[in-house]
């Protein structure tokens, strides 16, 4: 019997590549091999470890505000100072450090080549020198922790004037370190990007067509492209707030009477800067949030035993947000004093952005209906990114609708909001395509049970955090505040309720270590997994070896004859049907 | 199953949580109440979309978990039930806009009868200033900012001779008419920011920002600042009076004008060390945080300060002396006032500096 007429999208007959294997770069040296490796996956592996290391020190400062929000004035090394400079650097490791370079640099060197069916990135070389400078800029910003003043206070977003003025720790060394690091980021960060864009475009196997990529692919893709497009706002906005501070230009800055003395700056304008962060800004969570979009994509569809529901609208809907997400900046400064007739504007391009995203989250849970689900690890950890994913976009409607804006703008609420939606999400993303992908990575299993712990400890300490939080914000708490002090409209029940807030985070935080640990010792005494421990169809689970030795597929490149998407074929053999199975071989010898 | 059970949870918790809490909007005091009719609607139409699709999701976790003898169902695409789909949100979508757009047409729009206010932000404090009897605020500009003009009035303009200065720590309004608040910063972005009035606006440095709203509700309210403005930004507040107009007018009157803070003639007593140690305290900004008429402020005021004996946050009492004062200029948080946030950034001043100071604290 001829599946082609049951299977979507399959045929038999794909042109065999012209070229076999590609010249590949062979190290000699093991030094060539493991550190200055030109070899994606192990620069995956270097650019994963070293954002989880930085990722760790964000962690740690989040308890650290924790511990004095919830505890008031008992731990007396957290002066105010301090704790400006902690959110700061948490907010920005956690954004750019942390989640921009693992999933670009860390899950996007891994999966393209190996999804794709590719050989390699297409310029090893440079996508090698793209980690370095990463690293570099990592270590830069970390210095700013040992120079006279610390590192910069000046919350995530930089705003000027007070960045570079005396009132803010930081306004001398730290904020040029962080600045000059964050140019090094975009550099290096452009390196890896056109890599990855490149790649996705033309090394694709034969028969790979842009619709039969998995969405994994096209999530890492349309954030790579997004990136490209918005990280140069924030490289010219860090070079011209360091000229104002460096040479005295005043891009940024007006005329300023600062503690009482009369600065030379004239005519800047403080909105210009923000209209050029938010420029960046709002694409970013649009980079951390797509590459999660379509990781938890893949991960519902393989352990739901079910294809993806609406593949073609969940492409478009990533293009769509990808695209509209460069025309709603300014819903991030509806009380910043700019023209408040941009209110309309802005409000209406948010929300409209509304639709394609609902649509994702249909398609996630229609994808579940009448599935097979198993619930493994990674799918539990999808499942719980659905679920904080649609608490964090609707309470985005409310932020989007410029009037609703107003009285939540700068309160808790907000801190509430992006944390559901970009912070809590991505990480669940993330830790569910760890104990995914992590067989393929290393050839074992990670303990389930430990496994488990993490995700419920993990999941519902983390609702628990950020649920109640919105509540303040409603009350109107500010955010980026050391201490409520005296204050007539907030009632002492609140400071029991941050109090509660900073237990759960403590354990939430001290619970990551169960998975460290996980990790570190599953390498060894994990149980081994096999090629295909998920059953899953994309080509990363078809390699000759694994883990996939270099080269990724051995002497011959698959050939795709069929989408990401073959499970639970109606007349199949297996529950799954692999991309590099023709349309006739479907019927029980695939594998 | 446990997944499933835990979801359903959450979701009913929440719903809980939200009509349960303690925790919710303060009671309003301006004319915004459509701010918290279109949040109400947000909440009505994001709340049942939140259960439902939760609910769902709980739903499929439990009936369709893994069984060995079972397969998922083959169905790529589904069309109709896209676009039903789509068309729902896009309604939903549209019956939050449509109204939050109709009130920010009324937010954007100032009444031509609106009283004007004026805000001054600084770090890490308020000031405000009426326009007086002719209704027209005068011209300012920072050049002319110094101790005796920290409002930057310009000295030359007839408009602003009348306005009311008020350097201390409150704004008192008058209930039922339309205040059109300017706002305008010296030094760095700050918010002005009330959340009984729900308006609120950032300040920044180098143009005037505005928002209007109407007083409904007497009472005292806090003042913050919302937008972050450095070290001291959780410290700088005030109080907004929200009163009968005869109220208002009394208080109004008791305040001075820009005309009578120029009149007070300064005991100058030319070169003496303590007129140099104003000079050094005004050039150090030392009186944005520090008030030499008794006034609360940011920190303790200095007038009297010489000989106060004053109790730190340790609990412990220490008099001041010339001492006491040199350590807490070159290191703030040795000792800190209580009551105080420890705010005050170290300042290093040559001797002779240092002296005037001294001689200029001890003189007040
Ligand atoms: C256990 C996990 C976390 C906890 C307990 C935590 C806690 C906090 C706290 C207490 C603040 C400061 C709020 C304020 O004073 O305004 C904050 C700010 C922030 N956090 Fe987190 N956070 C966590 C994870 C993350 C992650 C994974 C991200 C990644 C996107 C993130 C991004 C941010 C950002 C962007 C800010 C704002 C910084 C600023 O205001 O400049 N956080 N977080
Ligand atoms: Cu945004
Ligand atoms: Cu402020």
Known sequence: MAMTDVAHDAVDYVRPAEVAEEALYHPKTWLGKYVFSQDAKIIALQYSMTAMAVGLIALLLSVLMRLQLGFPGVFSFITPDAYIQFVTMHGMIMVIYLLTALFLGGFGNYLIPLMVGARDMVFPYVNMVSYWVYLFAVLLLLASFFVPGGPTGSGWTLYPPQTILPGTPGADWGILLMLISLAFFVIG????????????????????????????????????????????????????????????????????????????YSGGSPVLFQHLFWFFGHPEVYIVALPAFGIVSELISVHARKNIFGYRLMVWAIVVIGGLSFVVWAHHMYVSGMNPYFGFFFATTTL???????????????????GNIRLTVPMLFAIAFVFTFINGGLTGI??????????????????????????????????????????????????????KFHFWVTFVGLYCIYYPMHYLGILGVPRRYYATGVTDFIPESAQVMNAG???AAIIVASTQLVFLYNLAVSTTRGKPAGDNPWGATTLEWQTATTPPSHGNFGKELPLVYRWAYDYSVPGAKEDFIPQNVPASGDTGDAR | MALAIILVLLVVGSVLFHFLSPWYLTPIASNWNYIDDTLTITFIVCGIVFVAINFFMAYCVYRYRYRKDRRAAYEPENKRMEWWLTVFTTVGVIAMLAPGLFVWAKYVEVPDNARLVEAVGQQWKWSYRYPGADGILGTVDIRHMDGRNPFGMNPDDPNGQDDVLVNGPEIHLPLGSPIKMLLRSKDVLHDFYVPQIRAKMDLVPGMITYFWFTPTRAGRYDVLCAELCGTGHYTMRSHMVLEEESAFNAWLATQPTFADTQAVKVASAGGSLAEQGRQVAESQGCIGCHSIDGSPSVGPTWKGLAGRTETLADGSTVVVDDEYLMESISVPNASIVAGYPPIMPPYQLDEGEMAALIAYLNSL
């Open chain 1, 189 to 264: 960060f452009t390196m890896g990007g056109l890599n990855y864009v490149v790649t996705v475009l033309q090394a694709r196997t034969r028969g790979m067509s842009l619709m039969r990529l998995p969405l994994t692919v096209w999530g890492i893709f349309m954030a790579t492209i997004l990136a490209l497009l918005a990280f140069p706002a924030l490289l010219v906005s860090a070079v011209m707030m360091t000229l104002d501070s460096v040479l005295g230009t005043s891009f940024f800055m007006p005329a300023i009477v600062s503690m009482g003395q009369t600065l030379d």
């Open chain 1, 352 to 370: 409209i952005i509304a639709v394609p995203t609902a649509i994702k989250v249909y398609n996630w849970v229609l994808t579940l209906w009448r």
């Open chain 1, 398 to 451: 409310f932020l989007g609708n410029v009037i609703v804006d107003i009285p939540l703008s700068d309160t808790y609420f907000v801190v509430a909001h992006f944390h559901m939606v970009m912070a809590v999400s991505p990480v669940l993303a993330v830790f569910g395509a760890v104990y995914h992908w992590y067989p393929k990575i290393t050839g074992r299993m990670l303990n389930e049970t430990l496994g």
């Open chain 1, 501 to 503: 807030i900073s237990i």
